[in-house]
């Protein structure tokens, strides 16, 4: 049985990264004793995989593992048996069942929400030249490759985006194909509003990801834990 789970990394825990987050949930089975299925061969691992790492020094409220379980119990009982054994920082929101046919979280995540907060002091300057920032029909960056750099347009890439008592929500494309990181997005939005962009000056926590009803390129943009059910 495949099952996925949500959960939220906070606090300190943004400091833990994504192979200790690994290493970390191996142990929180060990513990809670989740009849995880394991791989064959000479060194068997857990059958586990997360949805999208998530950046270092980055808060989720809504992070995805996938696992392959023998058996289980209900949804409730798992989430208060890893809870019991979480650290603090971290907590399981839901478990559901995944649907037949489902496709790992990996392979099909497409957008991931986000809420981009300023130190205060930095909002009162740069808020007033955020929706006139948004507003442009093209938003050129330089982007990094493994090889090379390139100018490109990530306008497309800001599916939506509104303006928060003290920041910035936004959804961007957050995928194989096409994925914009909120880092560069800061980037260029400081460069527009005649800042230099300080990562401590911004906290970053991604609320949710996405991922495309039917698979299809154009189809609505929803939860991952959409294509699973509560486990009773």
Not at 76 to 98: D, F, H, S, T, Y
Not at 208 to 223: N, S, T
């Amino acid at each position: 049985m495949k099952v996925r789970i949500k959960f939220r990394k906070t606090g300190l825990m943004r400091y833990i990264g994504h192979l200790d987050v690994m290493r970390y949930f191996q142990k929180v089975n060990r513990r809670a004793g989740v009849d995880i299925a394991y791989s064959a061969g000479f060194s068997p691992h857990q059958l586990m995989s997360f949805a999208s790492p998530l950046g270092l020094g980055l808060t989720g409220e809504g992070e995805y593992l996938d696992m392959e379980v023998n058996t289980c119990g209900s949804s409730a009982a798992i989430v208060k048996r890893m809870n019991a054994v979480m650290a603090e920082g971290m907590e399981i929101v839901g478990v559901w069942r995944l649907f037949e046919g489902a496709k790992p979280a990996m392979a099909v995540v497409a957008a991931a929400d986000y809420v981009l907060t300023p130190e205060p002091e930095l909002w009162e300057d740069i808020k007033e030249k955020a929706e006139a920032f948004f507003a442009q029909e093209a938003i050129s960056v330089r982007k990094k490759t493994k090889k090379s750099e390139k100018e490109v347009d990530i306008r497309p890439l800001i599916y939506d985006w509104r303006l928060l008592d003290g920041g910035i929500f936004v959804k961007l494309a957050s995928g194989s194909a096409d994925n914009l990181k909120p880092e560069l997005l800061l980037e260029a939005f400081c460069r527009y509003a005649g800042q230099e962009y300080d990562p401590c000056g911004f906290s970053i926590c991604r609320l949710e990801l996405y991922a495309r009803e039917g698979g299809e390129a154009e189809g609505r943009l929803v939860p991952l834990s959409d294509f699973g059910e509560e486990i009773l």
